[in-house]
């Protein structure tokens, strides 16, 4: 089991920038997948992005471009670095652990309280 905590979100306007971490307890996080997802008000929780302990990466459409994800496994910490926000990123963000590198959130086991973001126009 992997506890999980987020930091990083904020309000920003649009256009701008923030940087998610995700910081891992447990001796085995270099050997998890690392997931981010997001939830806006009355809205299904959608995949962001993830990546695997080899450095292999996968982002939703929307974000490709804008978002990057990575991990620093000496630190424990999976970082979403979010440049050129929009409003339609809005969201409560949340980083997850998963034994394969997927975008189903069923295969995560493992979920920190997540951050809120907030882009204004």
């Known amino acids: 089991q992997v506890q999980l905590v987020e930091s990083g979100g904020g309000l920003v306007q649009a256009g701008g920038s923030l940087r998610l971490s995700c910081t891992a307890s447990?001796?085995?996080?270099?050997?998890?997948?690392m997931g981010w997802f997001r939830q806006a008000p009355g809205t299904e929780r959608e995949f962001v992005a993830t990546?695997?302990?080899?450095?292999?990466?996968d982002y939703r459409d929307s974000v490709k471009g804008r978002f990057t994800i990575s991990r620093d496994n000496a630190k424990n910490t999976v970082y979403l670095q979010m440049n050129n926000l929009k409003p339609e990123d809005t969201a409560v963000y949340s980083c997850?652990?998963?034994?394969?590198?997927?975008?189903?959130?069923?295969?995560?086991?493992?979920w920190g309280q997540g951050t809120q973001v907030t882009v204004s126009s």
């Open positions: 990546i695997d302990w080899s450095g292999d990466t």
């Open positions: 997850a652990a998963a034994r394969i590198l997927t975008r189903n959130s069923a295969f995560y086991g493992d």
């Open positions: 447990g001796r085995t996080f270099s050997r998890y997948a």
